[in-house]
């Protein structure tokens, strides 16, 4: 995978239109053809792999998801991926986001209301500060009206991962911590806990990248982004056409 999120946008005669999509991923699509992925398919996915112990089993359920984006927003599969391998980029450009834990008891703080002591309490007792934002957002006090913010998007998410992962110099851990809370004022679900994971880089879902690569891999043998379809179709018709002179060139021999 490439860090760009637009790979698969290229035009092309989409041989899955065709195709008859398996009930068990049309139930994950929650959102509209062309629409952004909503961070919460991802964050579903992530619970249901928890509960999961054999490896087949969560390769299945990746599988699953990457079929779902590809089949409605093909553009947003790099987005997906990295947040699945709970990556910002790839390998080889070495990013790392290097958030250490009294960042995120601090985000926590100022997004959700509790006190510092109230935090570092719960994540003493649960062990996982992805579970303490989880119940510090539910026991937010909320006000009955006011603009509901709009759900997180998986391009979203990661654009904003990679932003806390860039921001250096004076005032760069407020600046994280704001881009932190920005993301947890406007979680849902289980997405905060999941918000927090990612930012310590552990998603605590029992997965290795290996496993993610090879539901990407299933996922594209079944059911191929249009980007895919168009190469494939452009290196078949060169390589007919290339056939074709050569047949040429040895009858004229």
Known sequence: L????????????????KMELPADVKELITWKAGDPVPYKAVTDTFDKIEGLSGRLDKESTFRRLFTAVVATTPSDLDAVVFLASNSVSAAFEGVELGIGDSLLVKAIVEATGRNTKQ?????KE???LGTVALSSKAAQRTLGFGAKPKPLTAVYV????RKIAHTKGANSQQGKVNSIKGMMVKAAGTEAKYIIRSLQGKLRIGVAQQTVMVALAHCFALFPPPGVVAMIT??????????AAGAVVRKEG
């Open 2 to 17: 490439s860090s760009s999120s637009s790979s698969s946008d290229v035009p092309a005669t989409r041989a899955q239109d």
């Open 119 to 123: 935090v570092n309490l719960a994540y």
């Open 126 to 128: 649960h062990g996982d």
């Open 158 to 161: 990661l654009e904003q991962l």
């Open 234 to 243: 452009a290196e078949a018709e060169a390589a007919a056409e290339a056939a």
